[in-house]
């Protein structure tokens, strides 16, 4: 998996392209996903999650993915689980303290950064810190019942 994640981060930008283009497909499709129940589609949505995301970025599954705003690397495949860049132990050939076999998540999540439209712009911004409650559930589901606001009789108040 290691050499997958590593694929992704040097396509960030065809990756973050590919997400530009399904996001309005997947917002279109939100007033369906409302209607069966943000409930009944968690298990399907977060297996399908798992089993799209976790070999190509080695996800945790943490339910609140940064993919984008760190180079298409995720922060959760750092040993210490750092989510707001590296922790000061990057050792002087770009590897992990911890793992030294490993290149250290913030130094391919820059990497990955740079070849993304405000990559490292995104990066800059202090994420939340992991809600461990959230393990195991979908993030994608996650980011379009936040991300899409709801009127006072349930109908999107985006077009």
């Known amino acids: 998996m290691y050499a997958m994640r590593l694929r992704a981060t040097r396509h960030a ?3 973050q392209l590919t997400y530009d283009l399904l996001e309005p497909v997947f917002r279109r499709i939100e007033p369906l996903w409302r209607r069966i ?4 589609l968690e298990g399907p949505l977060a297996g ?23 180079g298409m690397t ?3 495949n750092c040993p210490k ?11 002087p050939d770009g590897n ?6 490993m290149r250290c998540v913030w130094v391919e999540a820059w990497s990955g950064g740079r070849r993304m439209r405000d990559g490292v712009g995104e ?8 809600d461990h409650s959230l393990s195991g559930t979908s ?6 019942r936040e991300r899409v606001p709801i009127g006072p009789g349930g109908e999107s108040l985006r077009s």
Request: hydrophobic letters at 35%.
């Open 74 to 76: 995720c922060p959760m």
């Open 37 to 40: 129940g943000y409930d009944r």
């Open 123 to 130: 990066m800059r911004l202090v994420q939340e810190p992991s």
């Open 96 to 101: 992990c303290e911890i793992d030294t076999s």
């Open 48 to 70: 399908l999650e798992r089993w799209f995301k976790g070999p190509l970025f080695d996800c945790r599954m943490c339910g609140r993915c940064i993919l984008s705003s760190t």
């Open 139 to 144: 993030a994608w589901l996650r980011h379009f």
């Open 13 to 15: 930008r065809l990756l």
């Open 81 to 91: 689980s750092i989510r707001n860049g590296p922790c000061g132990g990057v050792r």
